[in-house]
């Protein structure tokens, strides 16, 4: 199955050029059940990402383009009065598939992102007191704009913590960009991606991933990582439990990927600028979500035996 | 470079400097100025090394100092040995030590000097504030001694404050079991205690002038605590000694009153219940009420009815008492006893001879005479002064027939010269009479100025009785005090005393004095007093038992069990297959630091086998299998016993050249 995983990154890697570590990490967030949040500017490869993602896993995909008129029905679905049958029938909205690009989610107004994020969160939404489970896999990739550009409201904390993992594309190399330039429209290359796994298969996988074992040292390990976000004065706030866990199922994840059936440190220090990064803040400078020292900080400082 | 040679951080330096001023200050009642001038000279120089804008002192200057402070501590105070020597001594090491201080052992040894000094600071000074405030330093020390070993990254001090705080609470209920049962164990070797203070007390003779000057220091003398009800301030006379020689000037004790040979006597009436927390005096007494037995201290009832002990009380001293205050003292006294209450110089004060003569014929006995003699104190136009006229050379006749004004020991003087030249048998008893109740408490503080001074009389079958001429005069000073009694004299009393009779009036001021006198009492009786009887008494209460030996069993019992826990919690048996791990791990991280690689502090097991496998090609395989083996036992909890890993470790070694080559160090 490992083999099909591999074959799902190679696929995503040929569509998106340079971006193995990015393609790597949004894989591991999907397989570990997490919701992934781009951070980049625009036109950097998320459409593509998440597309070509959807397309190699065999998911339904569907795009919300968020902006500041986007009302929570526009999401969730309505219910639209049908004539012939003289009753009401619920039209669902675009979150019932199964991989979801949120684009530019800091658009919208709190209201709209509210109600993504709690579908996020329950897997199921309630709509006219009728509540409707979401599809199982349910994966959403969100993405946003820096926060200082104009005319964006940015998430709060509380549903930044949703997110398994943020991510950055970034600007590609230039090898990778001159391949782009050279090479075919990457948006035509995408029907050509065959589904390379099916939901069971990748049921399966998710439930592999989670039997990945973590032994009492690297727990430990774990632990010293949060401990030092709770007890050192340049941390604005520690990291919550659920960070803890979320840095131990990404971690399993990427052990997966790397065909171990057990964790290591460097398997937590692999996904761990992407996991705790949007979660932590410097206490210097609260405003502004800037983890990466502190991140760095963590890798340089915390003994990971 | 071992941890031990690592510079020192800024918080340790910041706490060490505020150490160091809370360490001093208790100690800057007895130092000379010049430590304190050092002392800044010091602390300005080293700031300026921390601000990189001076040098460490060569050794020239270093050595330069040191003899100067030697000799200064040699001037001031007159050796190198000794108490108030070593204490200076000591404070200037740790003074100088500051100044080359550059690795963290030094450091260390700054902060242990500096718990020996908060120490020494109690041979000065125990009381109340001293005690709480020596937490102070003690604090600060540690916190210094947490900056140690703090990551140098950390910048803020507090951090390291609070857990220091946390620390000392932690280690309050282990100070408490340590105060209740370890042994007072006798010192090893005897202190001197400091430098004789000028104490103020009753003395073994006595002139009429020097109660005088007793009387006006507010200096406290003892406290007492009463079991039940405190006896009313007219039979509260706390006698301390007797005057029983006479040379025509001044009032001694007798050498038949100093020989422990304990008086006739017989209770009678109720006893009365008390213990006394007295502060050093230099003089043997206790001071008790009539009749006493004293429990504890050594005390012994001597002759004359005084209580003392072998040596002088030169620290607080407590005691507990039981007096009957109606005892029939004496009934039938010795031959000897009567002739040394009846000696008078050959010649002298004739008036007064002639006049107690007089009183003899008028008298049909002894107690008419002397009630005779208390009637004249009182109907006479005498005088209560603490400033009393001088008087020529026949003293008891100028006092009693021209001055007519005095204190109470020229009453009693008067008195007892004329009991005897009438034949009756009489002597002065010096002490204390009443006190200040403190309701806070619940107890009595006797001050110096409540001195006294009165008289006893011989009667065959009803023994000595107390007479007091001094109440005929000015019955105010019994009933209320030497204060209350002299108001117009007031500028004759020290500062202390002056104060205390200005604000006795202010209602809310004068509790709170009497509450913060209530505590240092407490202090005193509970803290400094609890000494081998108490803690025998409260092993008596607990386990049924004075033997020291069991509480200390249960002591260390208690230790080993909590040390057991400790180690439990600490050493994690039950994960010690993953210690051996880590052990082993350790050992194959030196085996490649001495090839030059060393794990980065943040790096993974498996990215430094990459990367030493990278720097060392020709030993990649066993550092790989090592490193796979490590990997499988600790991470994949796959049954890699230690065993296999320690030969893989040792492989490696062995491979490993001793040295790193020529070829490593050239990268």
Known sequence: MRSQLDACLDAVNQVLLGKEGQVRLALTCLLARGHLLIEDLPGMGKT???????????????????????????????????????????????????????????????????????????????????????????FVIATQNPANQGGTFALPESQLDRFLMRLSLGYPA????????????????LPQLEPLLDHAALAAIQDEVERVRVSDALADYVLRLVEATRSQPQFAWGLSPRGSLALLGAARAWAYLAERDYVIPEDVQAVLPAVVGHRLRERSDPTELGGGTLVQWLLREVPPL | MTVALQGIPRNTLVWLLVAQVLVI??????????????????????????????????????????????????????????????????????????????????????????????VTSYLFEDGLVAGTYSLLPVLALLAAMIGLQQSRLFSRPWPALRLAGSLLLQALPLMVVLFLFFPRLAPLWSVPTSAPRQTVGLSE????????????????????????????????????????????????????????????????????????????????????????????????LMPDFHVQRPTPVDAPLMYRATSWPEALRQPTATPDTLARALELPERGNPRSRAWALELRRDSVDSEALVAALLTHFNREPYGYTLRPPPVGDQIVDDFLFETRQGFCIHFAGAMTFVLRAAGIPARIVIGYQGGEFNPAGNYLTVRQLDAHAWVEYWVAGRGWVSVDPTFQVAPERIELGLVEALPQERELFDETSEA????????????????????NYGWQRWVLGYQDEEQAGLFQRLFGSTDWRIPGLVLVGALAVGLAILALLLLKPWRREKDVQLALYQSFEQALARQGVRRQPGEGPQAFAARAARRLPEHADGILAFARCYEAARYADAPVSARELAASVKRLRRELPWRKGRSTLAE
């Open chain 1, 174 to 189: 230039r090898a990778a960009e001159k391949a782009l330039l050279m090479g075919r429209a990457r948006r035509d290359m």
């Open chain 2, 500 to 519: 205390l009779l200005r604000y006795r009036h202010i209602g809310w001021l004068n509790d709170l004095r009497l509450g913060w006198e209530s505590l």
């Open chain 1, 48 to 138: 593509t990402l998440s597309h070509a993602l959807a397309r190699v896993l065999g998911l339904s995909f569907q795009r919300i383009q968020f902006t500041s008129d986007l009302l929570p029905g526009d999401i969730l679905g309505t219910s639209v009065f049908d004539r012939d049958s003289g009753q009401f029938v619920f039209h669902p909205g675009p979150i019932f598939a199964e991989l979801i690009l949120a684009d530019e989610i800091n658009r919208a107004t709190p209201k709209s992102q509210s109600a993504l994020l709690e579908a996020m969160e329950e897997g199921q939404v309630t709509i006219e007191g009728a509540t409707r489970p979401l599809p199982d896999p349910f």
């Open chain 2, 25 to 118: 200050v208790p100690h800057l009642t007895h130092l000379p100025l010049w430590i304190v001038a050092l002392w800044l000279g010091c602390v300005a120089w080293r700031l300026r090394i921390f601000r990189m804008q001076a040098n460490y002192p060569p050794s020239w200057v270093k050595a330069v100092i040191i003899l100067a402070a030697g000799s200064g501590v040699y001037l001031s105070r007159g050796g190198l040995v000794g108490l108030d020597a070593g204490v200076v001594l000591l404070i200037a090491a740790f003074i100088l030590k500051l100044l080359e201080m550059r690795t963290r052992r030094d450091a260390l040894v700054v902060i242990f000097l500096g718990f020996f000094t908060v």
């Open chain 2, 205 to 300: 003779q006595m002139a009429p002038g020097d109660i005088v000057e007793l009387s006006r220091s507010a200096e406290l003398a003892f406290r007492a605590s009463f079991t039940g009800q405190v006896p009313p301030r007219d039979r509260l006379y706390w006698r301390a000694a007797t005057f029983e020689r006479f040379d025509g000037r001044r009032w001694s004790q007798s050498v038949a009153s100093r020989l422990p040979v304990a008086p006739q006597w017989s209770p009678a009436g109720e006893p009365v219940h008390y213990s006394v927390v007295m502060e050093p005096s230099r003089r043997p007494w206790l001071y008790t009420l009539d009749v006493p037995n004293v429990t504890g201290a050594d005390a012994q």
